[in-house]
RNA sequence: GCGAGAGUGGCGAAACUGGCAGACGCGCUGGACUUAGGAUCCAGUGGGCGAAAGCCCUUGGGGGUUCGACUCCCCCCUCUCGCACCA
């Protein structure tokens, strides 16, 4: 550790206090000004921040400071999603309430925050777990029922034993939980769920119009919606004309090609359809066989289909051929109508059963010239297909669907893979659930005067099965809204994905008290014009607030259908090979970067090792870079004081060319970061481009000479670049530059300066260096006039010394000309 | 298996619409200053040959288009991510 740093420390809280003195970051809605909404994804209160954390908030805090210094009045808010299960766990491990130990670290983290000079509005900070933030997402639970976009049912749903409570299909990853990683288990339950199928196709039409998203989130949100077209038909049971049995495909051109159908093993019809006694037992073995299946087993790929043939027969009804019956455990309940017709020549898994059960193939597409695979999926003209041959596979589709259609024995069908939201959480850290169940009423609402619906305080904790809520007497017996008699409340509180579906919502008025937002503030502010967080809510969070917002739309609190207009989403932080996180151990922390280096130089690595969307390799020597790079800007400033502040402001007409093309790396440099900044998120280039002016200046200084027998433009020249050098690292590194630029005379904050801009005359060359190849190999330089006529150069580079040998012994073919940049002499022997 | 993205020095990475590959930084080597250097400054740093000037090779591999390809097209290999019996 050295001595010889700048005195971050100092600089650092000093700055930090003067921003909050003068409330800087403060803002209000002007509707004279354009506003930009920038918001990062707001923490967990998990216990302390790392450099795996600081990444996201170094973002945001660059494109906050930046668009300030373009002009805009900014919106930077930040809070807490301070509801969640670690809370609980660290009640029931060391016996602290989950109230205490999350705004302990709610305490801790904001301090952390502070301390790295984010520039926050603190004064609209949100804390989800407070009852005046839940109060409002209860009261919108209330009107979803209302609706029937909230609604309770039995189902079986994804049960993480570990966590002890249900999880929604988006919160399961390859049959594992999202959070703990433990294996899902199916456990029939009743529970909350919020009608987001309602809003698929919505949902999945605005995938087209979120230009300013990534293209690989919108594809997994598109994948996750998973629209399918096709139609479905009944066939009915052999012998049974009341019996039938329902089936979905996206296929119906196929359907002459069906040899058999298939039931999934849960479905409700077998047991009507199966009677015989030994037959009931051979199907219960069979459920049974399925059912020890874990699901990571049941949903792995490669796996073999098991399959049991029943006895009766189903009726293909495009030819009236019986075809076999089947319970298969490749066919899934959940999904279409849980029964399938299977068409081996044209469906790859129908293939592979059809082989293994000996089953008939029979190809209703023409394979295409020298086809050697198996099941064929492509197009091509239909055979075998009675009045469908001859047609492509489009036009079969549509002929076979119409030709059910006209007999009344099927319909036009769209299917999504998506499922309605499960929300129930068997936990105790949430908001709950506002209705009550009365003997007489039935299920009632909360009424809206009694809302909050308030966490209980005193609460026993075991982690052991069931909601502790229940074990609540004073919370749990409540009064009916309705009759006024005794009623039971709802144990069940909120998935905390609710919370963070409208937070940046609540951010435009913090402290409204008559609902969720106050319109106006809402209006002018939303919708989010920069949102940054982590790759994985790709399909979790990012997906939930669309489709919370679309609700709030539709209940007519807002007129926005999209919160996030675009999105940056950066990459991980790596160390020993792994994300940084407490729990793998590898995390380096915020406090010790700091403490060794300040928040600046730990702020600038990770804006400088990568570009923001990929990972980011923790790197010990990268950050001694970052660090000597504000060292060496810190002392050349400090040495040149003096001479900067006492001269004049710019140089528009420097007098020698050792000057005037420094002035252009002056210019050029705000160019460059400009359009790094605002273009794309360059941060890395821009940086990068700022070390390069720095280079230059020292450069420059050292070159002009001192004192008497200094060049004549260098006090102002050195003065025109480190004030634009300043202000172009000022949103990368707010503390150094603001101490630097108060102690060059600046009395207002280099925060509330305008963005540098740039002179175009500056840019302007009127030599440039042109290189000249041979068959595209560099033989030579030119130094020749801006926009020099080609033949003017084609000559000068046939002349050049270096180029001729090349050309003496060969015939020049052709010489190409790019204007002020290359020529290539094309020769022949 | 399907879909998307990526493969560039010892390392992190640059390269606008096809026009000097390797900016910037890390590391390394040599030097200066120094009692000392893990501070600072200067020089060098893709590989090969060469005393040097310079020449040849080089963006995962192979082909192609072009005067010219990291960039466009085709085939292949590897890696990352997403989806994964969704009918």
């Known amino acids: 550790m050295s001595a010889d740093r700048y005195p971050f420390r100092e600089i650092e809280a000093k700055w930090q206090a003067v921003w909050e003195e003068t409330k800087q970051f403060r803002v209000r809605e002007d509707p004279g000004r354009p506003k930009f909404y920038c918001l990062e994804m707001f923490p967990y209160p998990s216990g302390r921040i790392h450099m795996g954390h600081v990444r996201v908030y170094a973002i945001g805090d660059l494109l906050a400071r930046f668009k300030w210094m373009r002009g805009f009045n900014v919106l930077h808010p930040m809070g807490w999603d301070a509801f969640g299960l670690p809370a609980e766990n660290a009640a029931i491990e060391h016996g602290v309430h989950p109230v205490i130990w999350t705004y302990e670290n709610i305490d801790y983290m904001r301090a952390q925050l502070k301390k790295m000079g984010i520039s926050y509005d603190w004064e609209r900070e949100v804390t989800t777990c407070d009852p005046a933030y839940y109060k409002w997402e209860q009261l919108i639970f209330i009107k979803m029922l209302e609706r029937g976009l909230a609604y309770r049912k039995r189902s079986t749903v994804n049960w993480c034993p570990s966590c002890q409570t249900v999880l929604a299909n988006e919160q399961v990853e390859d049959g594992r939980c999202w959070r703990c990683d433990s294996e899902v288990t199916p456990r029939e339950i009743d529970g909350w769920f919020f009608k987001i199928t309602a809003y698929a196709e919505e949902l999945l039409a605005w995938c087209d119009r979120l230009p300013g998203w990534p293209e690989r989130v919108l594809t997994m949100q598109r994948n996750w919606i998973g629209k399918s077209e096709g139609a479905e038909f009944d066939l009915t049971i052999d012998g049974h004309r009341d019996l039938s049995i329902r089936v979905f495909t996206t296929r119906p051109d196929t359907a002459f090609g069906m040899t058999y159908a298939v039931l999934a093993p849960e479905h409700p019809l077998v047991d009507r359809i199966v009677t015989t006694p030994a037959e009931r037992e051979a199907v219960a073995r069979f459920r049974a066989e399925v059912a020890r299946q874990s699901e990571i087993e049941r949903t792995a790929a490669d796996r073999p289909k098991r399959g049991l043939r029943l006895t009766a027969r189903v009726v293909n009804p495009f030819n009236s051929v019986a075809i076999p019956l089947f319970l298969a455990d490749y066919v899934l309940m959940g999904y279409g109508t849980g029964a399938i017709m299977a068409v081996p020549g044209e469906d790859e898994r129908d293939w592979e059963f059809a082989e293994q059960h000996g089953l008939p193939i029979i190809e209703t597409v023409r394979r295409p010239d020298g086809w050697t695979g198996k099941a064929y999926t492509g197009d091509g003209v239909k055979i075998n297909s009675g009045f469908l041959d001859g047609l492509t596979v489009a036009e079969a589709k549509r002929k076979a669907t119409e030709w059910l259609v006209t007999r009344g024995l099927g319909t036009a069908k769209v299917n999504y893979r998506l499922r309605d939201w499960g929300i129930s959480r068997q936990r105790y850290w949430g908001a709950p659930i506002p209705v009550l169940y009365c003997e007489k009423d039935g299920m009632v609402p909360e009424a809206e005067q009694n809302l909050p619906v308030a966490l209980p305080r005193d609460v026993q904790l075991s982690g052991k099965g069931g909601s502790p809520l229940a074990s609540v007497a004073s919370f749990v017996n409540g009064t009916c809204p309705r009759c ?154 400090s040495a040149h004081l003096e001479e900067l502040s006492a001269a004049p402001r710019t140089c528009p007409t420097p007098s020698s060319d050792a000057a005037r093309a420094f002035r252009r790396v002056i210019h050029e440099t705000i160019r460059r970061v400009t359009d790094d900044l605002e273009r794309e998120f360059h941060f890395n280039t821009a940086i990068a481009a700022i070390m390069e002016l720095v280079n230059a200046l020292q450069a420059f200084e050292s070159a002009s000479g001192n004192g008497q027998g200094a060049a004549p433009d260098r006090a102002a020249l050195l003065r025109e670049a480190t004030e634009a050098m300043l202000l172009l690292l000022g949103p990368f590194c707010p503390h150094v530059t603001e101490e630097l630029w108060s102690r060059l005379g600046h009395r207002e904050s280099l925060f509330r300066q305008r963005w540098p801009a740039v002179d175009a005359a500056a840019l302007q060359k009127t030599e440039v260096t042109v290189v000249v190849q041979v068959d595209g190999k560099v033989r030579g330089r030119l130094l020749v006039d801006v926009d020099a006529a080609d033949e003017r150069v084609q000559q000068l580079a046939l002349g050049d010394d270096k180029v001729r040998p090349w050309v003496a012994q060969r015939r020049v073919e052709k010489v190409v000309v790019v204007p002020n940049r290359l020529v290539n002499i094309v020769t022949r022997a």
């Open 484 to 637: 006024g008699g005794p009623a039971q409340r709802e144990t069940d509180t909120m998935d905390t994905f609710v919370e963070s579906s409208w937070y940046f919502l609540r951010y435009c008025s913090p402290s409204y008290g008559s609902g969720m937002f106050e319109r106006s503030a809402a209006e002018y502010w939303m919708p989010v014009d920069q949102y940054i967080g982590g790759i994985e809510h790709a399909v979790l969070h990012l997906l939930y607030a669309r489709f919370y917002t679309k609700v709030l739309r539709d209940l007519g609190l807002t007129k926005i259908d999209e919160p996030f207009m675009a999105l940056l989403s950066q990459g991980m932080v790596i160390k020993d090979g792994a994300k940084m996180s407490k729990s793998k151990g590898n995390v380096v922390s915020d406090d010790f970067v700091r403490e060794k280096y300040g928040a600046d130089t730990g702020r600038l690595f990770e804006l400088f090792a990568a570009p923001p969307e990929k990972d980011l390799e923790w790197n010990d020597q990268g950050i001694e870079g970052a660090s000597r790079f504000l060292n060496r800007v810190w002392r050349f400033v």
